[in-house]
């Protein structure tokens, strides 16, 4: 077991992967390891937060689930889509904002680790 094992995950729910590196580069900056699933497979993991793309196929049942472990939920999706974003609150995420704002500055909503 290597010692980034140790670190909190931080979790990209995402098919897109444009926004695979705002997230690991945000990780890493604040003291988590990073990982990209789908939303399917959101079950296998425990993260301590995750960000899920509102614009992924079954983005609101990973919002459920994770949320419903405790797992701090940040919601990203379209600026124009407000009615999303008021719907990701809702189903439990933590924070709901705009895709571009979100991955202008992950790390902005991580608490720093290390």
């Known amino acids: 077991m ?6 909190p995950l931080l979790l990209a729910v995402t098919s897109n992967l444009m926004d695979h590196g705002p997230f690991e580069s945000a990780a890493s900056r604040a003291g988590y390891r990073f990982e990209r699933v789908g939303p399917a497979a959101v079950a296998e993991v ?9 614009e992924a196929l079954g ?6 689930d994770l949320a419903g472990r ?4 940040i919601a990203y999706g ?3 889509d407000d009615f999303a ?7 439990g ?4 904002e705009p ?16």
């Open 99 to 114: 895709r571009g704002r979100v991955l202008r500055d992950p790390a902005a909503y991580l608490t720093p680790l290390v």
């Open 93 to 96: 995420a933590f924070i709901a």
């Open 70 to 73: 405790g797992v701090r939920v």
């Open 59 to 64: 983005a609101d049942d990973a919002i459920v």
């Open 85 to 91: 974003l008021v719907r990701a609150r809702s189903l």
């Open 78 to 80: 379209p600026h124009v």
């Open 2 to 7: 290597d010692d980034r094992s140790r670190l």
């Open 46 to 54: 425990q993260p301590l937060v995750a960000f899920v793309d509102l």
